[in-house]
């Protein structure tokens, strides 16, 4: 058996691994939303930046047959390639087409390099610490996504500066992950799972990970848009956005602990009412002087980003283990679907009512999550926690170590894949997990001279 200060070096790893990506990210989608007015029209710009969502919605929806093939370790570092060789690409070829094209293949690449983050560290964490787990991982994200923020005042937007940043950091997580000894997960059945399926399973996580996407999307794309229409200074704005996320920064750790004793749905419930309540309350004190909206906006950003990693962990104590790498790929569909909608709809709420409107839809949508979570949790049980299925096993040495051909079959009439010994059942009705009496115990193999 592996010691926990072997699983605690192997997760912190692909957690720090993780964090650095989500630093380029942050700093790069800003870069790029402040470069793309220098090069094109308003037009051009608004394609070139939506194309990095049409780009990571597609990748959420295929990178699971990625993984599953050739493994996290190898999906981690393909999927990073392909950001660096995109994002390299950019400065080269300064047009509109170019543009988007690798501004596409940057999105794909980072939704495979969350699902494999995600879907790993799910796999490593017992059932019961994986609120802590994740929230620990979701700490990463808001402090290199502040730290990102701040590079902009840093960095010449004319020059290659930028681009040469975001190149060093995805190349530097490829060697953090491609190098490490650490034991992958690996699943033994091929891990497709229809959005359907997965609804019906865990609606609660699935409904709340597409709100939280349209919620997150329409604060962050709008509100400065808002703000900076409202004649704000860029430093305003930037003390406002800086605290939502360090708000969610704040809520993340404690919340996940206390989703671990509770029910998630419970959990889900107090953070929709809580989101709405900071959205009526911004929206009675915008835009008055900062001392008194940011304590609001703090509040609203932990609210706000603690749906996604609490509905996350509900959903894999809803579904099998062995299918934890489709479960975690299915989820960052509906959030960026959701992330896809957010702006969409905002946008004319906000030209027909104000600021008004985008706080109306985002207090609606916490709202509906709270009451759909408030109802499951009376209408079913609290799921168990359930032991991991997953063979524990060390790196292997070539890709065909993953591939599932010998553990699934595949409709010759080019339907889904499916377990030939008749796959994994739920009840329909109530959505509810397996019985663990079930279940085969989890496996593990042998741990690795050496681990990372």
Same mark, same amino acid.
């Given at each position: 058996m592996q010691s926990k200060t072997s699983i605690r070096a192997q997760v912190g790893t692909l957690i720090f691994a993780t964090?650095?990506? =989500?630093?380029?990210?942050?700093?790069?989608?800003?870069?790029?939303?402040?470069?793309?007015?220098?090069?094109?029209?308003? $037009?051009? /710009?608004?394609?070139?930046?939506?194309?990095?969502?049409?780009?990571?919605? $597609?990748?959420?929806?295929?990178?699971?047959?990625?993984?599953? &093939?050739?493994?996290?370790?190898?999906g981690y570092a393909a999927f990073a390639g392909m950001v660096v060789a995109a994002t390299a690409l950019m400065p080269i070829l300064v047009e509109p087409v170019p543009w988007l094209v690798s501004r596409t293949v940057?999105?794909?690449?980072? /939704?495979?390099?969350?699902?494999?983050?995600?879907?790993?560290?799910?796999?490593?964490?017992?059932?019961?610490? &994986?609120? &802590?787990?994740?929230?620990?991982?979701m700490v990463g994200l808001f402090v290199a996504l502040a730290f990102g923020q701040l590079l902009i005042g840093r960095v010449d937007l004319d020059a290659e500066t930028g681009f040469s940043i975001v190149v060093a950091l995805f190349?530097?997580?490829?060697?953090?992950?491609?190098?490490?000894?650490?034991? =992958?997960? =690996?699943?033994?059945?091929?891990?497709?799972?229809?959005?359907?399926?997965?609804?019906?399973?865990?609606p609660v /996580?699935?409904?709340?990970?597409?709100?939280?996407?349209?919620?997150?999307? /329409?604060?962050?794309?709008?509100?400065?848009?808002?703000?900076?229409? =409202?004649?704000?200074?860029?430093?305003?704005?930037?003390?406002?956005?800086?605290?939502?996320?360090?708000?969610?920064?704040?809520?993340?750790?404690?919340?996940?602990?206390?989703?671990? &004793?509770?029910?998630?749905?419970?959990?889900?419930?107090?953070?929709?009412?809580?989101?709405?309540? $900071?959205?009526?309350?911004?929206?009675?004190?915008?835009?008055?002087?900062?001392?008194v909206v940011l304590p609001l906006a703090a509040l609203f950003g932990g609210f706000m980003s603690s749906l996604y990693p609490i509905c996350i962990a509900h959903a894999h104590e809803r579904m099998p283990a062995d299918q934890v790498v489709a479960v975690s790929?299915?989820?960052?569909?509906?959030?960026?679907?959701?992330?896809?909608?957010?702006?969409?709809?905002?946008?004319?709420?906000?030209?027909?009512?104000?600021?008004?409107?985008?706080?109306?839809?985002?207090?609606?949508?916490?709202?509906?999550?709270?009451?759909?979570?408030?109802?499951?949790?009376?209408?079913?049980?609290?799921?168990?926690?359930?032991?991991?299925t997953f063979t524990i096993l060390t790196p292997q040495p070539t890709p065909q170590a993953h591939d599932p051909a010998g553990a699934t079959t595949h409709d010759p009439a080019g339907g889904t894949p499916h377990d030939p010994a008749g796959g994994t059942a739920h009840d329909p009705a109530d959505g509810a997990a397996l019985d663990p009496a079930a279940r085969d115990p989890a496996e593990v193999a042998e741990p690795p001279r050496e681990q990372a």
């Open positions: 964090s650095a990506i =989500q630093l380029g990210i942050g700093f790069f989608n800003t870069f790029i939303a402040l470069r793309v007015a220098l090069e094109f029209d308003a $037009a051009v /710009a608004g394609l070139v930046l939506s194309s990095y969502f049409a780009g990571f919605t $597609a990748g959420a929806y295929f990178c699971t047959r990625i993984i599953v &093939r050739y493994g996290h370790i190898r940057i999105g794909f690449g980072c /939704a495979g390099l969350f699902v494999t983050a995600e879907s790993w560290l799910n796999a490593k964490a017992a059932s019961s610490q &994986r609120g &802590r787990v994740f929230s620990i991982y190349a530097a997580a490829l060697v953090l992950v491609s190098t490490t000894r650490a034991e =992958q997960p =690996q699943s033994a059945v091929i891990a497709y799972l229809p959005l359907g399926k997965l609804s019906r399973a865990a /996580a699935v409904a709340g990970v597409t709100l939280s996407g349209l919620i997150a999307a /329409a604060f962050y794309a709008l509100i400065p848009i808002w703000m900076q229409d =409202q004649a704000m200074s860029g430093g305003t704005i930037g003390v406002f956005m800086l605290t939502a996320v360090l708000g969610g920064l704040a809520f993340q750790v404690p919340v996940g602990s206390l989703s671990d &004793r509770i029910d998630r749905r419970t959990m889900l419930v107090i953070l929709g009412i809580g989101l709405a309540v $900071a959205s009526f309350g911004l929206l009675l004190l915008l835009p008055r002087s900062l001392r790929g299915r989820l960052i569909l509906a959030n960026g679907l959701g992330s896809v909608i957010g702006p969409l709809v905002g946008m004319p709420l906000m030209e027909r009512f104000g600021i008004d409107g985008v706080f109306y839809l985002m207090a609606a949508a916490a709202l509906l999550l709270a009451g759909f979570a408030a109802r499951r949790r009376r209408i079913t049980e609290s799921p168990p926690h359930l032991d991991r």
